[in-house]
């Protein structure tokens, strides 16, 4: 039997089947993540028992149970703000005792880059509502990527990670249920070892870091310019996906539906065409108006809260399309 510990250091190529939060912990190894902090919950307590297969002497990042995930949230964002990548995760309820810090993030040139891996939980299996926190991201200005699998979540971790340092923000890995605990054949790249860098590299002049009076204005601007910037990514980016069949129906998704809009393609005759976007905020704006400028039809598919489908449909309004845009307020 394979000891998960010596998996995940594993310094070569190799490919395992594995849950989507042990995927996770592969791609902090590689990223060099040196800062991970967490408050325990489902659907994400799986990244912790995978962390703890590594012995701590072996493992090449600090890690933590904080007391609560405000807490959690404000050592990774120390540790980022230092210089250092880091990552904090929790389940989606967890969001609302971190919100108070996390709101901030992205007022804050983040030296390092930090991810926050939050735990969605359609259904509420093990929570107690359904909440969707791609509206925290709406409010706080912090992109979202939306993984399906586990392969795509070691992927989509790995590209947030290089999108948080390039930009010196937080940008959020957003996994549901069955994502986190789902289990498939993962190709991982091959990881060295590197010595561990404390050096404190936190300078005032990259501030202002306490939002209060005059200093909030020229900190939201830096916010949304950054926001665009993300943007121009999340419109070609390499990770988005779509399907070009020539249908003048189109489907657009992202995360976990896409799989199962796939599989019930599959057994069409003449399936729609397909457009799944690796992030599901900010809009890839471009990549979405093209989209609808060549179908006649396009059903807006998205787990929870329509949060895609309004950003659509005002986008279509706003570039005068025709195009009848179907989702949840829909009949």
């Known amino acids: 039997m394979k000891q998960m510990g010596n998996m995940l250091l594993t310094r070569q190529p190799f490919a395992e089947i594995v849950m989507g939060n042990t995927a996770l912990v592969r791609a902090m190894i590689e990223t060099g993540t040196q800062v991970v902090t967490s408050y325990p919950g489902s659907p994400t307590p799986e990244i912790a028992t995978a962390i703890a297969a590594i012995p701590i002497a072996e493992r090449p990042f600090y890690f933590e149970f904080s007391t609560n995930e405000k807490v959690a949230t404000e050592v990774a964002y120390g540790a980022a703000v230092n210089g250092h990548l880091s990552t904090v995760f929790f389940k989606s309820v967890g969001l609302n005792v971190a919100a108070d810090t996390f709101v901030q993030l992205s007022l804050m040139n983040i030296l390092g880059g930090m991810v926050v891996i ?61 994502v986190c605990h789902a289990k498939s054949k993962v190709r991982f790249d091959a990881w060295q070892p590197q010595p561990q860098d404390n050096t404190p590299r936190f300078d005032s002049a990259n501030g202002p870091y306490i939002p209060i009076a005059a200093d909030v204005f020229p900190m939201k601007r830096n916010a949304l310019v950054r926001l665009e910037e993300i943007r121009q990514y999340a419109a070609t980016s390499p990770l988005n996906r779509r399907s070009a069949r020539g249908n003048p129906r189109g489907i657009l998704t992202t995360g976990l539906t896409a799989l199962s809009t796939e599989a019930v393609l599959e057994t069409l005759e003449q399936p729609p065409d397909l457009l799944k976007l690796a992030l599901s905020y900010p809009l890839a704006r471009p990549t979405v108006v093209d989209f609808l400028r060549t179908h006649e039809e396009v059903f807006v598919l998205e787990e929870l809260d329509n949060l895609m489908e309004l950003e659509v449909k005002a986008l279509a309004y706003d570039t005068d399309l025709k195009t009848r845009i179907i989702g949840k307020l829909d009949d």
């Open 118 to 178: 939050l735990g969605d939980d359609p259904g509420a299996n093990s929570s107690q509502n359904e909440q969707d926190n791609r509206h925290y991201a709406q409010l706080s200005y912090t992109a979202v990527f939306e993984p399906a699998d586990p392969g795509e979540a070691y992927l989509y971790y790995k590209a947030a990670a290089k999108l948080a340092r390039e930009h010196q923000t937080a940008v959020i890995v957003r996994l549901t249920t069955h």
